[in-house]
């Protein structure tokens, strides 16, 4: 018997997830192995192509561990969709040019830290002014006028015949020029997954929903200590509830960028190019964050699959009622609600079913109840209306599985 999809919610023992990543990381690869030289500056081209060529030898010497690395880390990943969408968009040669300064100056890293840099070592022709690792939870601002290199073990400025070597082991007792700055951005929250005080995602401005302006980075007048606080509350009631889906969490999810303090409502976001990284406002409610990592989760999966299969041939036009937005949405935007909201629903499920003291609040029935019906709603706008992909087919009928599961429920 052919094995059910299970993109949706994880079955135990499940692989679905592990393989989905895999197959993004070597689309990533894809997509930065195909960046072209003619759109940008010989000499910013020269610097990347360098380094490109250093990652495409780990490749064929059977060494993919980096490569991997490179191609998994949000804040690389997302600069390789940007440059393609750009490529293939607009075409803004200020933001290219600056992505693709970017890009490299973090792939340099990368090698640096790995001991992995071309003989010699590597002098950028240019430099972008912020220097952000997640490998090294490092935030360097660069002092103006110094050109940045890398070497083995470290990190180095140069401006006319002045030079500062800056060892990567001791980042904490750099002595920079005038001008420049160092902090460690990325305070741990539980494995790798980490808060986010700084963002290089280029996108944080640009937002689809009508109640929200962009995504701009904001501790919302709260401590760090006080988001991983409530950050782990929220991750150990999925554990407790959906222990397989928040073990798939672990492993797509690095970075949560807070956006804010809002006790009345929450809003949450995540981006199609920027796989591994959600944006979140704080809320007093351990269930409702819980929904809303669970919720933007899900974003981030099947944003993963769109990479590589369109799931929809009917995506974008014509419009539809949402179940979940005040606005019309095309289809793309239905079925990320209810493929969201599904496992949020099955959260509920089980906190219902064992009594969790969650279950008996006033507002618990009527939000289960509003999660059940949007998303039999939008089961049924998606069936009715959708030209699915081959793999669209085998989505969608895991989706009908759950709202056939849940149909005692809504009556």
């Given at each position: 018997m052919a094995t059910l999809l299970d993109l949706t919610v994880p079955q135990p023992?499940?692989?679905?997830?592990?393989?989905?990543?895999?197959?993004?990381?070597?689309?990533?690869?894809?997509?930065?192995?195909?960046?072209?030289?003619?759109?940008?500056?010989?000499?910013?081209?020269?610097?990347?192509?360098?380094?490109?060529?250093?990652?495409e030898r780990l490749l064929r010497d059977r060494q993919p561990s980096l490569p991997f690395a490179i191609a998994r880390r949000v804040?690389?990943?997302?600069?390789?969709?940007?440059?393609?969408?750009?490529?293939?968009?607009?075409?803004?040669?200020?933001?290219?040019?600056?992505?693709?300064?970017?890009?490299?100056?973090?792939?340099?890293?990368?090698?640096?830290?790995?001991?992995?840099?071309?003989?010699?070592?590597?002098?950028?022709a240019a430099a972008p002014p912020r220097q952000l690792s997640l490998s090294a939870n490092l935030e360097l601002t660069l002092p103006p006028g110094w050109q940045l290199g890398f070497e083995p073990g470290a990190l180095s400025l140069e401006r006319g015949a002045e030079r500062v070597r800056?060892?990567?082991?001791?980042?904490?007792?750099?002595?920079?020029?005038?001008?420049?700055?160092?902090?460690?951005?990325?305070?741990?929250?539980?494995?790798?997954?980490?808060?986010?005080?700084?963002?290089?995602?280029?996108?944080?401005?640009?937002?689809?929903?009508?109640?929200?302006?962009?995504?701009?980075?904001?501790?919302?007048e709260r401590s760090a200590q006080e988001w991983i606080e409530a950050?782990?509350?929220?991750?150990?009631?999925?554990?407790?509830?959906?222990?397989?889906?928040?073990?798939?969490?672990?492993?797509?999810?690095?970075?949560?960028?807070?956006?804010?303090?809002?006790?009345?409502?929450?809003?949450?976001?995540?981006?199609?190019?920027?796989?591994?990284?959600?944006?979140?406002?704080?809320?007093?409610?351990?269930?409702?964050?819980?929904?809303?990592?669970?919720?933007e989760f899900s974003h981030n999966k099947i944003n993963a699959q769109f990479h590589l299969d369109g799931v929809l041939e009917n995506a974008f036009f014509p419009l539809y009622p949402s179940p979940v937005r005040p606005d019309p949405r095309p289809l793309h935007g239905v079925l990320l609600a209810v493929h969201a909201f599904i496992p949020v629903a099955c959260l509920y499920e089980q906190l219902e079913a064992t009594g969790h003291p969650l279950s008996a609040q006033p507002r618990f029935q009527e939000r289960f109840r509003k999660i059940l019906q949007g998303n039999h709603e939008g089961t049924v706008t998606l069936l009715e209306h959708a030209r699915p992909t081959p793999f669209g087919r085998a989505l969608f009928d895991e989706l009908r599985r759950w709202d056939d599961r849940f149909a005692p429920r809504r009556r």
């Open positions: 023992g499940s692989t679905t997830t592990r393989r989905l990543l895999g197959q993004h990381l070597k689309h990533t690869l894809k997509l930065l192995f195909e960046l072209p030289m003619g759109r940008f500056p010989a000499p910013l081209f020269d610097d990347f192509g360098q380094l490109r060529a250093s990652v804040t690389h990943s997302t600069l390789v969709y940007c440059l393609h969408r750009e490529l293939y968009g607009d075409g803004d040669v200020q933001k290219l040019d600056a992505w693709l300064t970017e890009l490299t100056a973090l792939i340099a890293l990368e090698l640096t830290l790995a001991d992995a840099l071309p003989p010699g070592g590597v002098r950028l800056l060892p990567l082991g001791d980042v904490d007792r750099w002595r920079l020029p005038e001008g420049g700055a160092t902090r460690r951005p990325y305070v741990p929250i539980e494995g790798e997954l980490v808060l986010a005080l700084a963002d290089n995602n280029p996108l944080w401005a640009e937002e689809a929903h009508p109640d929200k302006l962009g995504n701009a980075l904001d501790l919302g950050l782990r509350a929220a991750l150990a009631l999925v554990d407790a509830h959906l222990p397989a889906l928040g073990q798939e969490l672990r492993w797509v999810m690095q970075t949560i960028v807070p956006v804010g303090y809002d006790p009345e409502r929450h809003l949450s976001a995540s981006y199609g190019e920027c796989i591994g990284q959600l944006y979140l406002t704080l809320h007093p409610d351990p269930l409702t964050l819980s929904e809303a990592l669970i919720h």
